[in-house]
C-alpha cells in the first residue's frame, strides 16, 4: 500500500517562534509529504505554550498539542489541568520528573486522571532504570510514550550496551508503554561521500526491527523529529526510509506505526 492511502501521523514535531521553526514550515512538509496530522511536542525549557495552543487554533483538525508544565512548581498539576481543559492532548515528562511535597508523583498521577498521554523524553539508561519501572507499574491507566526510539538510537556507547537495550525492550511487559519510531538518522551514521542513494552507512542497526519485534505495530508510532531532522537525512527521507524498512509488515500494521497508534494516543484537536 502506497503510504498516501493511509493516514500519515507526524507523532514527535516542534513549531515555536522562539527556538526551530514557525508551523508553517512544519505544514509545507507535510503537505509535500502526505503528512495529514502532526503532534506538537513541546520544545525542552518552554512552559509557555501559547503558541502550540494558537497553532490549534488556526489550523483546526491538523495538530495535537502536547505541553509541558514547571514540575518543579507545587501548581503544576493545577496548571496541566487547565492546559488540558484547553484542549492538551498530552505532557512531555522526563522518567526523573518527580513533584514537590506530599506525593512526587503528583504531576504523573494527575495526567493520568486527565486521561492525556505522557510523552516521555529521557536517557536510555533512565528509561531502563528501577525506578522507571515502579513508576510505570503505578499507573496501568496512564499512556506513557518512550521518544526517539527508547534513546537506543543516540550514537552513544549505551546504544550497544545490551544490558540497557534489554531493559528498554522489556517496558514492554507494561501494556501502556508505547514508543516512537523516529528517521533513520538519529541511530545510524551518515555515508560520506554519499554515492550511494542510500544516505548512511551499512549495514545499518537492526534497532528498527528489534522495537517491531519487542512492541509490535499496535504500541509504535512514527515521528520525524522536525525541524532537528532537517540537519540529518531531511523529513521526506525521515518518513520515507522507515516506511521502506517496514515493507514488507502487513497494511494493517503499517497503517498502526504511521497514524492509528498516536492518534489513540494523542488525539487531534
Not at 507523532?11 to 521553526?21: D, F, G, L
Not at 496530522?37 to 491538523?62: E, K, M, S, V, W
Not at 531531511?234 to 492518534?263: C, M, T
Request: proline share 8%; glycine share 8%.
Amino acid at each position: 500500500m502506497p503510504h498516501h492511502a493511509m493516514i500519515v501521523v507526524d507523532s514527535h514535531c516542534h513549531a515555536s517562534p522562539v527556538w526551530y521553526e514557525p508551523v508553517e514550515s512544519l505544514l509545507y512538509e507535510m503537505e509535500q509529504n502526505n503528512v495529514a496530522h502532526a503532534i506538537l511536542i513541546q520544545i525542552n525549557g518552554q512552559t509557555h505554550n501559547d503558541y502550540q495552543f494558537d497553532c490549534l487554533a488556526r489550523y483546526p483538525g491538523r495538530f495535537a498539542s502536547v505541553v509541558t508544565v514547571d514540575t518543579n512548581g507545587s501548581d503544576a498539576p493545577d496548571d496541566l489541568r487547565r492546559l488540558a481543559d484547553r484542549g492538551a492532548s498530552g505532557v512531555r515528562l522526563r522518567p526523573e520528573t518527580r513533584s514537590p511535597g506530599d506525593d512526587p508523583f503528583a504531576i504523573w498521577r494527575t495526567a493520568e486522571q486527565l486521561g492525556i498521554g505522557v510523552s516521555c523524553i529521557g536517557k536510555a539508561k533512565d528509561y531502563a532504570s528501577d525506578d522507571f519501572s515502579q513508576l510505570i507499574e503505578q499507573f496501568p491507566d496512564l499512556n506513557v510514550v518512550l521518544e526517539h526510539l527508547g534513546s537506543l538510537g543516540s550514537k552513544t556507547p549505551e546504544q550497544t550496551d545490551e544490558a540497557i537495550i534489554a531493559k528498554v525492550l522489556d517496558l514492554t511487559r507494561f501494556p501502556n508503554v508505547t514508543i516512537k519510531v523516529p528517521g533513520l538518522g538519529e541511530f545510524c551514521t551518515r555515508a560520506i561521500p554519499g554515492d550511494d542513494p542510500f544516505p548512511f552507512e551499512r549495514p545499518i542497526p537492526i534497532l528498527l526491527e528489534r522495537v517491531y519485534d519487542a512492541f509490535g505495530p499496535d504500541r509504535m508510532m512514527w515521528g520525524s523529529d522536525y525541524p532537528p531532522v532537517s540537519g540529518r537525512e531531511g523529513y521526506r527521507n525521515a518518513l520515507q526510509l522507515p516506511l521502506e524498512a517496514f515493507a514488507a509488515k502487513s497494511d494493517a500494521a503499517k497503517a498502526r506505526i504511521f497514524g492509528e497508534v498516536a492518534l489513540r494516543i494523542f488525539p487531534v484537536r
